[in-house]
């Protein structure tokens, strides 16, 4: 995590299990800690360190000798591309360096940048991330959509898509391929699941135009969506329900109340032609689709 001489300053950065390293520039050094508790009440870090040492450190004597991780298992193949989020091996590897993994061994990952290679232990928690979110057009932020344009100069290989696959739920990939030879190479990953044979599979529709369309005739209108979340909160586990209770829950959601009327009206006629039974208290007798009785 990035800390200014602003943010370090501030408790709510600091949670339990998250990593804190020390840098000593005079030996050249550095002191991993983890932190064990946040103490509220005297603004401290309780810090354990690698040998089982325990540290109290005040929120406000962090300084910029201090950096702050959040402990995750990262992945990783051969192939992979990895960037470093501090240092490592003495200096030898700096933050923001970017490399290539060369291979995995007991205990330690190969990393290749150019000609050079070296060999970084993982007995302890090493500071890297992955680099899959680099493009022509720049970073993308780590919570968005994932762009891959170099993926048109190195291919749509299963390497490729697999390392694609671990960088996040929405992956968008840019490729020349034509459409039938694309959906063919992405299939071929078992992360992998289109989008169209998503919605293929929820509506039963085989066709791809009529499984759409069949999606969006599913989809509420507005006052159809508020209709049925406020059924619940009117009936209040009761098996009739007041109307003027079900207006008023409904129009919480900002419809407006002869949109929610109708709605209601819909509901009620056409479950009465299907002889469902609902009813409203006060003799006004009726049907709703939302209200599942």
């Known amino acids: 995590m990035w800390l200014d001489s602003k943010t370090r300053h501030q408790r709510d950065n600091y949670r339990p299990g998250m990593v804190m390293e020390q840098w000593d520039a005079e030996k050249k050094t550095m002191t991993r800690h983890t932190i064990d508790r946040v103490a509220e009440a005297t603004n401290s ?34 192939g992979d591309r990895v960037r470093a989020l501090g240092r490592e091996l003495k200096g030898a590897i700096k933050a923001k360096e970017k490399f290539t993994v060369a291979g995995l061994e007991n205990g330690a990952v190969r990393l290749r940048s150019g000609d050079r290679e070296l060999r970084l232990p993982t007995e302890r928690a090493v500071k890297l ?37 671990q960088s996040g739920s929405d992956i968008r990939i840019y490729t020349p391929l034509e459409a039938r030879q694309a959906a063919r190479k992405v299939e071929s990953v078992s992360a992998v699941r289109l989008a169209s044979d998503q919605v293929r599979q929820s509506t039963g529709e085989a066709n791809l135009d009529t499984a759409i369309q069949a999606s969006r005739e599913r989809l509420m209108s507005d006052a159809e969506q508020a209709v049925s979340l406020a059924i619940p909160r009117a ?53 709703c689709s939302a209200c599942g009785v």
Do not use: C, M
């Open 129 to 165: 991330t992955h680099d899959y979110v680099e493009g022509d057009r720049g970073r993308v932020p780590a919570r968005r959509a994932r762009y891959w344009p170099q993926s048109v100069r190195e291919g749509l290989n299963k390497q490729t898509l697999n390392a694609l696959a």
């Open 45 to 78: 870090l309780v810090l354990q360190g690698e040998d089982g040492s325990r540290l109290t450190l005040k929120v406000t004597q962090v300084d910029g000798s201090w950096s702050l991780y959040r402990s995750r298992t990262l992945e990783v193949s051969e």
């Open 235 to 287: 009936q209040q586990g009761q098996v009739h329900l007041s109307e003027i209770a079900l207006l008023s829950e409904a129009v919480k959601s900002g419809q407006r109340l002869a949109d929610v009327r109708t709605e209601i009206a819909r509901q009620v006629k056409q479950r009465g032609a299907d002889s469902a039974g609902f009813g409203f208290r006060g003799g006004k007798q009726g049907a």
